[in-house]
T-cell receptor, first 114, second 111 residues
């Protein structure tokens, strides 16, 4: 079984500041890890994914995440926040193969202050 | 290539009514799934299917029924709607590296 913990249901940063959204996971097998973004009244869009290749993963819109096995973390970062980054962000894990679906964190609402 | 489509976008039901949420994908993915999204809960897996004729339960299956007669379609049925089923429902299909593609969602209110 796997689980995901996202620290902070709301994160507020100033425009131009560093964005850091935290995600810790537990998995009994090597995981696949994902970050999704959800804009208001829309579906989920994949930002980036970790699939056991490079530990530093680059995604769309300038986001990246680093897989740290020793810390069981997959934190999402962006060097400089834009107003358009305001959205809900979800970390998700899938434990290896098998037919089960993704396990999602509860989400972090990112607020960008002008 | 439309990806994953869902209908309707919005629905209001009365307690006890039944309805079917439609989901279709044109990516020839074998794996499809349904999630519900509730405030502060993230997304939770309701049912999934690994191919035509094969379905299984996820984390929160009670009150929902699914079938998979074709690769493209994966409808979700509510047999007797309850207020606790008020939620936003997302259908997804899975491609390589377990990447899931989500539909735009159906916002359901049960009165």
């Amino acid at each position: 079984a796997q689980s995901v913990t996202q620290l902070g249901s709301h994160v507020s940063v100033s425009e131009g500041a560093l964005v850091l959204l935290r995600c810790n996971y537990s998995s009994s097998v090597p995981p696949y890890l994902f970050w999704y973004v959800q804009y208001p009244n829309q579906g989920l869009q994949l930002l980036l994914k970790y699939t056991s290749a490079a530990t530093l993963v680059k995604g769309i819109n300038g986001f990246e995440a680093e897989f740290k096995k020793s810390e069981t973390s997959f934190h999402l970062t962006k060097p400089s926040a834009h107003m358009s980054d305001a959205a809900e962000y979800f970390c998700a894990v899938k434990g290896g193969g098998g037919a089960d679906g993704l396990t999602f964190g509860k989400g972090t609402h990112l607020i960008i202050q002008p | 290539n439309a990806g994953v489509t869902q209908t309707p976008k919005f629905q209001v039901l009365k307690t006890g009514q039944s309805m079917t949420l439609q989901c279709a994908q044109d990516m020839n993915h074998e794996y499809m799934s349904w999630y519900r999204q509730d405030p502060g809960m993230g997304l939770r897996l309701i049912h999934y299917s690994v191919g035509a004729g094969i379905t299984d339960q996820g984390e929160v299956p009670n009150g929902y029924n699914v079938s998979r007669s074709t690769t493209e379609d994966f409808p979700l049925r509510l047999l007797s709607a309850a207020p606790s089923q008020t939620s936003v429902y997302f259908c997804a299909s899975r491609g390589g590296y377990n990447e899931q593609f989500f539909g735009p969602g159906t916002r359901l209110t049960v009165l």
